[in-house]
């Protein structure tokens, strides 16, 4: 089992800048590859961005190429969202999730996440 933790979502105005975190907790950091995903009201959850297990490899959803980054920090077991030039259609719960040393095109889709957190608010105002 892993137990997810995400922090550091709040209302920021456009522009702005903020940085999720999620701390894994039950099984060794190392093994798990970690996604960020959000979910808008009435709209359905889509992916954000991932990081491999090694950390060598990283995936963007389009929207965020360029605004957004994945990181890790393995020794702290938890891998960050750190979100610049944000918009208000950025506005979402953002959820973090991790699979077992998974990687490539199949890190972008939820359905491969048997691990997810809670969630954290972000709201981005115009």
């Known amino acids: 089992q892993v137990q997810l933790v995400e922090s550091g979502g709040g209302l920021v105005q456009a522009g702005g800048s903020l940085r999720l975190s999620c701390a894994a907790s039950g099984r060794a950091f190392r093994d798990l590859s970690m996604g960020w995903f959000r979910q808008a009201p009435g709209k359905e959850r889509e992916f954000v961005a991932a990081?491999?297990?090694?950390?060598?490899?990283?995936y963007y959803a389009d929207s965020v190429k360029g605004r957004f980054a994945i990181s890790r920090v393995n020794a702290k077991n938890t891998v960050y969202l750190q979100m610049n030039s944000l918009k208000p259609e950025d506005t979402a719960v953002y959820y973090c999730a991790a699979n077992y040393r998974s990687s490539g095109q199949a890190m972008s889709v939820g359905e491969t996440y048997p691990y997810w957190g809670q969630g954290t608010q972000v709201t981005v105002s115009s």
């Open positions: 990081i491999n297990w090694s950390g060598g490899m990283t």
